[in-house]
């Protein structure tokens, strides 16, 4: 049967009017994928520090730059004061993505990596100057390894001092060994080399610290003066040591899970709004400090000092308790290179400036 030119022409008619629906169904299909929204990523955080304070109004900072610079596709959501658990529990939901994210204490830090207790060794670091040097240098190594744990460093913090605060006045290591001394729950290398040098140590994780003092199950614990005013535990415990024990470190720390879920070219904003409030932070952590010791002392604080002699006693004690944690809390190599550059810090020409 031969085709007439009208049949030829609807022929023809019918192919383009096919070859446009399927050019217009994928034109649709095309923008509807670029007209919709990348879904949103929501990071949830958890945090022992209470609402309010100035690691809280930070945490609350960083959440709001960052969605802004991500344009709403990276959304935190803070678990403030424990309610997420402590940080081992904080830790443990993080690897099954129950947490994508945590604002950790050095306690949660060397769960992750042991070798951080290195330059939070007690009486080893003097000052700020000498932290932030060593820390300088140390970094690039103990970011490398909670990467390889699994973890990606996303703010370093210092928190702070830690001093002794107890219930009877301390400023010789009898004093306190007379006396229940708190030290966080799960370390226990470091719980059992403060016990072999004389300590009556009672371990409590961070959220019964409180009531653990309050009922007189501990008497003393160290910490910050800003931890001590706002977690309200100076009440039972209104004597300082004015030693200053060892330098307190934390920092916020994401999953690489997480992060890698993260669009590579915003990363580079996320990190720099990061460092910014790390800068913030550690200048208003002074400034609320310097508050905090001073409301403490008009509610009874009495801050007892110590003469030379005896923090030389605290010194000769302490590297008794380094004896019994050296190659297993830490390992001799990076203990070895923190010293290192410690040294090489404390022989440099007094500039006013730090060495590269």
């Not at 990606?152 to 219930?167: E, L």
């Amino acid at each position: 049967m031969r085709s007439t030119s009208k049949d030829r022409r609807i022929i023809i008619l019918g192919v383009y009017k096919t070859k446009n629906v399927r050019v217009n169904a994928c034109l649709c299909i095309l923008l509807i994928i670029l007209g919709s929204p990348v879904s949103a990523l929501t990071i949830k955080l958890g945090s022992l520090v209470p609402a309010g304070s100035p690691w809280h109004n930070a945490l609350k900072m960083l959440a709001v730059e960052w969605r802004s610079i991500s344009g709403n596709r990276v959304n935190i959501k803070i678990y403030p004061g424990g309610i997420a658990g402590d940080e081992p529990d904080m830790l443990r939901k993080m690897r099954i993505n129950q947490l994508q994210a945590a604002a950790l204490t050095g306690v949660g830090l060397f769960r992750i990596v042991p070798d951080l207790l290195s330059i939070q060794l007690p009486l080893l670091i003097a000052n700020d100057e000498e932290l932030d040097y060593i820390l300088k240098k140390m970094k690039p190594t103990f970011e490398r390894e909670m990467e390889r744990k699994g973890f990606k460093m996303i703010v370093w913090t210092m928190t702070g001092w830690a001093h002794f605060f107890s219930r009877y006045p301390v400023v010789t290591p009898e004093d306190l060994k007379r006396q229940k001394l708190n030290v966080p729950a799960g370390n226990e290398r470091e719980i059992l080399a403060m016990k072999k040098i004389g300590f009556h140590v009672v371990p409590l994780p961070v959220p019964d610290l409180l009531t653990g003092l309050q009922s007189g199950m501990v008497d003393a614990f160290f910490g910050t003066p800003l931890i001590a005013a706002a977690f309200q535990w100076f009440g039972p415990a209104k004597n300082m040591c004015a030693l200053r024990w060892a330098p307190v470190i934390g920092g916020i720390v994401l999953s690489t899970r997480t992060w890698n879920k993260i669009p590579d070219h915003i990363k580079p904003g996320l990190m720099e709004a990061a460092l910014k409030a790390e800068r913030s932070l550690r200048i208003e952590t002074k400034k609320v400090e310097e508050e905090a010791l001073a409301v403490m002392k008009q509610h009874g604080l009495v801050i007892h000092p110590v003469s030379p002699a005896v923090e030389r006693e605290w010194k000769q004690l302490m590297d008794q308790g380094l004896d019994l944690i050296m190659g297993k809390s830490i390992s001799r190599e990076i203990y070895a290179q923190v010293r290192g550059y410690l040294n090489d810090f404390r022989k440099r020409p007094i500039t006013g400036k730090n060495p590269e």
